[in-house]
């Protein structure tokens, strides 16, 4: 059965299946198994109906607590939703100050949201540990759907995408690859901000840089991501590997 990435629903942003990545066993991640999506508060009755279709049983959502309290995901019913709170990914505010300083060129500004976004991801490699296994046991507790996100889908759920596919022996390449689907993805989510100019472009789209800062930040305090995913995070890989992965496609 042919499968899409890029998963059909059109009232929210960004939905997205892993499944399918080769790993360095020459098996696959299993189809309809790991989803990430931006948040999704107002779905459409189509939409919640391919969501109970997809038989989810887990949802964890990576926004922090105002997020959450702001803006209620519409989930299925009969899922257990685990809220794993990650404030470093709303930089609203300092974006907020940024695009309203008139003192700094559309450029300065810019250079100075990028700097915003590096300093963040080494903040999700150095602050979270406890917070990613927590995500980790969740995903080794049973080999049922599961969906995780934040408020855009990027950040916050593109680190931990990176991880978990990381964990299930898929290839750095196809990693980045994955990261950057959310500049596809993600377009039309933030058009209301592009009067800001430039800098607005940094709500939309991921960089290449951005999860090069969160890699080297692990591999220089762990020596590897392998490493810090089980001597820091405890992830069991042969049994996650287990649940996840398949010998042929599916």
Known sequence: MEMSRILPIKSAFNFRDLG???TSDGRHVKWRKLLRSSDFAKLSN???LFLEGL???HVI??????EVESLKDDVPQNVEVHNLYIDAGNLVPKFKKLMEDSELSENDRF?????LMKEMY???ASDYNELFRNFFKIMLSDDSA?????????????????LLLSALGVDRKTIYEDYLITNKALAGKYDDLMVYGKIASLFANVHDEFLDTFFNTIEEKFCSVEKYLTDELLVNLTTLKNLYL???LG
């Open 46 to 48: 189509e939409d919640k």
């Open 111 to 115: 250079e100075e949201g990028m700097k």
């Open 55 to 57: 038989q989810l049983r």
């Open 61 to 66: 959502d990576l926004r922090s607590l105002p």
């Open 122 to 124: 080494r903040r999700l």
């Open 20 to 22: 399918g990545y080769k």
């Open 246 to 248: 398949e010998d042929e």
């Open 146 to 162: 599961k969906l995780f996100h934040c408020t855009a889908g990027k950040d916050r759920t593109g680190v931990s995408a990176a």
